[in-house]
């Protein structure tokens, strides 16, 4: 029998997963989907095969309002997935990790869908404490919509320092790939970048999103940033301070269990690859001397084009998570 309205605003067994044209795609989830689905874009792993489609409009009629949210806004390549999965183990809140329907909004931005997927992602299960959503890069230029409709959301906003951040974003060809590919779908939020080789595209990129992180942190008292390199290198301490400022129902014991379990021994977006934060620092040290000219250009891009970098870092360095 096929749910009912009431029943799809309610249980996130009936799970929003994108848009398709004037339709709504749904597919079916449960907990144990949700916690194996690295991703909730292309690559879900839903609870059974086939997915249900209804018209936007009639799910727009019912004008339910989003409850209590969490939300995990990063800069990409900082620890983001890894920081949601290890919450995910912790306790009964539900982690969504970057939903495709509100990357889809942030590329094409429309108000009433807006409301419908913040409803929809806000759903939790009987006992659980608020959903927490984990966005994606696309999502940090919705972000000043997001912050009107849940000014009081508990916010982790996850970032790097411009240099730390291009050794991450300057790797290797696939990670410029996906550089030139991003900052392209996000070139009206970008300015004038037609001209920019990759290390001005990444600190153009960079500098929107703090812009975007700065203004949302005045905006939302319940917004607290986290240097990524805080949580690589002292991950019990800062995903406790992380669950304590979610709110979330620890067990004695579990942080050291998911820190000392698997998930910190491989790769986050994919748990067959062993890698670790030894791994990560030499990595980071290898690439610091590869990429030494590129970063001196970006530094210099953002000197030229950003008179306000001081005090953005400023404001989010005073919205620290303390850790």
């Given at each position: 029998m096929a749910p009912t309205i009431d029943q799809l605003f309610a249980s996130p067994d009936h799970y929003l997963h994108s848009f398709e044209g004037d339709t709504a795609v749904f597919v079916a989830m449960d907990r144990a989907a949700y916690q194996r689905s690295i991703f909730l874009d292309r690559r879900i792993s839903p609870a059974a095969e086939g997915a249900m489609r209804l018209p936007i409009a009639t799910l727009l009629q019912a004008h339910y309002k989003p409850a209590a949210t969490g939300w995990i806004f990063h800069v990409a390549h900082c620890g983001s997935t890894l920081l949601a999965r290890a919450l995910g183990e912790l306790g009964e809140n539900l982690v969504l990790r970057e939903p495709l329907a509100l990357r889809q909004l942030a590329l094409e931005p429309d108000p009433a869908r807006l409301e419908l997927v913040l409803a929809m992602l806000s759903k939790r299960y009987p006992g659980a404490g608020p959903s927490i959503i984990k966005a994606n890069v696309p999502v940090n230029f919705l972000l000043d919509a997001i912050a009107a409709a849940e000014p009081d959301a508990r916010t982790i906003f996850l970032h790097l320092p411009l240099s730390d951040y291009l050794?991450?974003?300057?790797?290797?060809?696939?990670?410029?790939?996906?550089?030139?590919?991003?900052?392209?779908?996000?070139?009206?939020?970008?300015?004038?970048?037609?001209?920019?080789?990759?290390?001005?595209?990444?600190?153009?990129?960079?500098?929107?999103?703090?812009?975007?992180?700065?203004?949302?942190?005045?905006?939302?008292?319940?917004?607290?940033?986290?240097?990524?390199?805080?949580?690589?290198?002292?991950?019990?301490?800062?995903?406790?301070?992380?669950?304590?400022?979610?709110?979330?129902?620890?067990?004695?014991?579990?942080?050291?269990?998911?820190?000392?379990?698997?998930?910190?021994?491989?790769?986050?977006?994919?748990?067959?690859?062993?890698?670790?934060?030894?791994?990560?620092?030499?990595?980071?040290?290898?690439?610091?001397?590869?990429?030494?000219?590129?970063?001196?250009?970006?530094?210099?891009?953002?000197?030229?084009?950003?008179?306000?970098?001081?005090?953005?870092?400023?404001?989010?360095?005073?919205?620290?998570?303390?850790?």
């Open positions: 050794l991450a974003i300057l790797r290797s060809d696939n990670h410029r790939a996906w550089l030139r590919g991003v900052t392209g779908q996000l070139a009206p939020h970008l300015g004038d970048i037609a001209s920019l080789n990759d290390p001005q595209l990444a600190a153009a990129l960079w500098l929107a999103m703090m812009r975007h992180f700065a203004t949302a942190i005045e905006a939302m008292p319940g917004a607290r940033s986290l240097n990524a390199e805080k949580f690589y290198n002292a991950p019990r301490e800062a995903l406790g301070a992380v669950a304590d400022h979610f709110g979330m129902a620890v067990e004695a014991g579990a942080i050291d269990a998911v820190v000392s379990g698997p998930l910190f021994s491989t790769y986050s977006k994919n748990p067959t690859r062993a890698f670790d934060n030894d791994a990560r620092l030499t990595r980071k040290a290898d690439m610091a001397e590869v990429l030494g000219d590129d970063i001196a250009e970006a530094q210099n891009w953002v000197e030229r084009n950003a008179p306000d970098a001081d005090d953005l870092a400023k404001t989010i360095a005073g919205s620290a998570l303390k850790v």
